[in-house]
């Protein structure tokens, strides 16, 4: 619990209120709650099927492209002095070696996102390129967990210097 710094992307600082496992890699953070989901925050510029990606537009564009995705835009709010885009999405995508999950990735990384079967995304356009942060969930009673630390997430959070 409290402030955390991390220096992924051009660096992030957020509050939490209680204590999470944060996993940090070289372009993302996941930030985990005991069950089954987390919020997630990432730079990407790559989508799965190795379109770039630094506008909102292009975002919606590469989830309209996969058929097992379903993103709906359900609004806009202010996170960290920009305007962020949030979309619900639901994944139907069954895993397996002849169907690998939709992706957003970091040209030059070894990281990626995966979509999670359901979530909300706010996705933004900085000077660094763009952020997106998650809220994730891989049974229902996740949901409302998820929402909960993504929200405090998106109050507090700071992106770059």
């Known amino acids: 619990a409290g402030t955390v710094t991390l220096p992924i992307g051009p660096g992030v600082t957020f509050e939490i209120s209680e204590p999470h496992f944060v996993f940090q890699g070289e372009f993302k953070a996941n930030v985990f709650l005991d069950g089954p989901g987390e919020s997630d925050i990432f730079f990407p510029d790559e989508a799965f099927d190795g ?39 639901t994944n139907s995508t069954e895993f397996g070696p002849d169907r690998p999950p939709p992706t957003f990735l970091r040209s030059g990384t070894d990281e990626d996102w995966i979509a999670p079967p359901e979530g909300t995304l706010w996705v933004m356009e900085t ?26 997430i998106l109050d507090s959070i700071v992106i770059g210097g």
């Open 127 to 152: 000077p660094d390129g763009l952020a997106v942060i998650t809220a994730e969930w891989f049974e229902p009673s996740a949901m409302e967990p998820a929402l909960a630390l993504s929200a405090e």
């Open 51 to 89: 379109a770039s990606i630094a506008t909102v537009d292009e975002v919606l564009g590469a989830l309209e492209r996969d058929a097992t995705i379903t993103a709906s835009v359900v609004g806009t709010r202010d996170v960290a002095g920009f305007e962020a885009t949030e979309i619900d999405i």
